[in-house]
């Protein structure tokens, strides 16, 4: 990946579970297809597995600011209460395919003794193919960027208060079976 960055937003939602409960890496190298989906009217499909060395991934495909975006997360830190996963991302535009670096780091601190605050933090770099297709296009990185940025940063306003939920419905069932 390279150090220039296209997008980079945050968003935070409440997660209604006490934080000991809660277990971000597993909900997200376990998140089912259609749990997934009903995050986000933008989501397609996710699923999982592990990468050639072993380490777990999170497979997710989704639209971003009419992009197809086909994601291969790699987990780089695979904590119970922070995840940060990294991937060099697919992307379908209109006139081609390209690639996008991506961090996702999700996180959780606790807030009192029923609720945490969940934050979602996406970065997206330029790769070598990035600038190979935006010269193509002829489009000045300024406006790429902030096009990228835009639709990046409505999207993950959307996607948390949802990941929220459903990561508090997991923790939340915990206490059913315990």
Same mark, same amino acid.
């Given at each position: ?14 997660? &209604?579970?006490?934080? #000991? ?20 009217? +933008?989501?397609?499909? +996710? ?12 497979? &997710? ?28 991302? @697919? ?28 934050? &979602? ?10 600038? #190979? ?15 990228? @940025? ?5 999207? &993950? ?15 939340? +069932? ?5």
């Amino acid at each position: 990946m390279n150090d220039t960055i296209i997008t980079e937003s945050s968003a935070t939602a409440i997660v &209604n579970a006490p934080i #000991e409960l809660v277990d971000i890496a597993d909900w997200v190298f376990t998140l089912r297809d259609a749990e997934y989906r009903r995050c986000s009217p +933008a989501h397609i499909a +996710a699923g999982f597995t592990t990468s050639d060395d072993g380490r777990r991934m999170s497979l &997710n495909v989704e639209t971003i600011g009419g992009h197809l975006m086909v994601q291969h997360y790699v987990e780089d830190i695979g904590e119970k209460h922070h995840v940060r996963l990294l991937s060099t991302s @697919d992307v379908i535009t209109p006139t081609g395919r390209t690639k996008s670096g991506v961090v996702w780091e999700l996180s959780v601190k606790r807030l009192d003794a029923d609720r945490c605050e969940l934050t &979602n933090h996406v970065i997206g770099k330029t790769t070598p193919e990035y600038w #190979e297709s935006i010269g193509r296009e002829g489009i000045p990185f300024e406006l790429a960027r902030k096009a990228q @940025d835009v639709a990046s940063s409505a999207h &993950n306003a959307q996607e948390t208060p949802l990941f929220a939920k459903s990561i508090e419905n997991k923790a939340l +069932a915990k206490l059913a079976v315990e």
